[in-house]
T-cell receptor, first 113, second 114 residues
């Protein structure tokens, strides 16, 4: 598959453990945040999103936390499975910028069986 | 419902040539955005089309252009190709242009410029 970053930070976890992937953003005008998962040879896949008026949102096995004070976003994956191995990107959208997404550099998650 | 489709999936061109990539959005989606993904620069926004009009443009040279048809299908064109244009070109579609609209990505077209 393609390389999505020569120097991607990598998180290695044991199957069944919880994973936490972090993302820092710098644009104070960003109002909407999204996490995407990209597997080798595929396009980014939507995981979960959060609006700036929230600080936590939960999905199936995933939770996103937003701390606007320090401009930090995190993705928590419960009971990580081998199928969760991928590169994870956070993306932000600024009001009045249409559908333009600004992506973070990505984190590679490796799940050890 | 079928996802976003992009054609071709792989393409090899030489410097100076031009290339046209195609994107078919999810049925009913009217907004199409294009992104370039490279190992060095990551995912970068190229442009967005909604109802056949370009609504936003990223910081790319004029060699990169696009258009959207009445059926929401979109094409992007890169003229006078450079080695640095080698990348994965991703298309994403959403239902409208609403702020909280989820964007769904296609598998991408991998372009190699020799």
């Amino acid at each position: 598959g393609e390389s999505v970053g020569l120097h991607l930070p990598t998180l290695s976890v044991q199957e069944g453990d919880n994973s936490i992937i972090n993302c820092a953003y710098s644009n104070s005008a960003s109002d909407y945040f999204i996490w995407y998962k990209q597997e080798s040879g595929k396009g980014p896949q939507f995981i979960i999103d959060i609006r700036s008026n929230m600080d936590k949102r939960q999905g199936q096995r995933v939770t996103v936390l937003l701390n606007k004070t320090v401009k930090h976003l995190s993705l928590q994956i419960a009971a990580t499975q081998p199928g969760d191995s991928a590169v994870y990107f956070c993306a932000e959208k600024e009001k009045n910028a249409g559908n333009m997404l600004t992506f973070g550099g990505g984190t590679r998650l490796m799940v050890k069986p | 419902k079928a996802g976003v489709t992009q054609t071709p999936r792989y393409l090899i061109k030489t410097r100076g040539q031009q290339v046209t990539l195609s994107c078919s959005p999810i049925s009913g989606h009217r907004s199409v955005s294009w992104y370039q993904q490279t190992p060095g620069q990551g995912l970068q926004f190229l442009f967005e089309y909604f109802s056949e009009t370009q609504r936003n443009k990223g910081n790319f040279p004029g060699r990169f252009s696009g258009r959207q048809f009445s059926n929401s299908r979109s094409e992007m064109n890169v003229s006078t190709l450079e080695l640095g244009d080698s990348a994965l070109y991703l298309c994403a579609s959403s239902l409208f242009q609403g702020f909280f609209e989820t964007q769904y990505f296609g598998p991408g077209t991998r372009l190699l410029v020799l």
